[in-house]
């Protein structure tokens, strides 16, 4: 059985850091593809970023590139995103994901799902 617990959210002043660990129990992480979403207050669970089980081809939503940036230690069974420059807007619970990984890219479903961790960035 998979789990995915997240850690690293709290509370941020715009424009701090932070970096969010997803650990992975299970067999086979490495065979993994990851991603992190969110979901801001009243809003629907978005996609932010994505990693292929080898490490390569990270994928980012338009609104976090350049400030975000996903990667994975497989010795570690962990997915991180690590955030800089922080606004407001990036205020969310976010959640790993992981899928066994797949032909297309970035993977169009996940087949699990942590509990989150929430971010919060004071202006």
């Known amino acids: 059985q998979v789990q995915l617990v997240e850690s690293g959210g709290g509370l941020v002043q715009a424009g701090g850091s932070l970096r969010l660990s997803c650990r992975f129990s299970g067999l086979s992480f490495s065979l993994y593809d990851m991603g992190w979403f969110r979901q801001a207050p009243g809003k629907e669970r978005v996609f932010v970023a994505a990693?292929?089980?080898?490490?390569?081809?990270?994928y980012y939503t338009d609104s976090v590139k350049g400030r975000f940036a996903i990667s994975r230690d497989n010795a570690k069974n962990t997915v991180y995103l690590q955030m800089e420059s922080l606004k407001p807007e990036d205020t969310a619970v976010y959640y790993c994901a992981g899928v066994p990984n797949g032909s297309s890219w970035p993977p169009q479903w996940y087949e699990y799902w942590g509990q989150g961790t929430q971010v919060t960035v004071s202006s």
């Open positions: 990693i292929r089980w080898t490490g390569g081809g990270p």
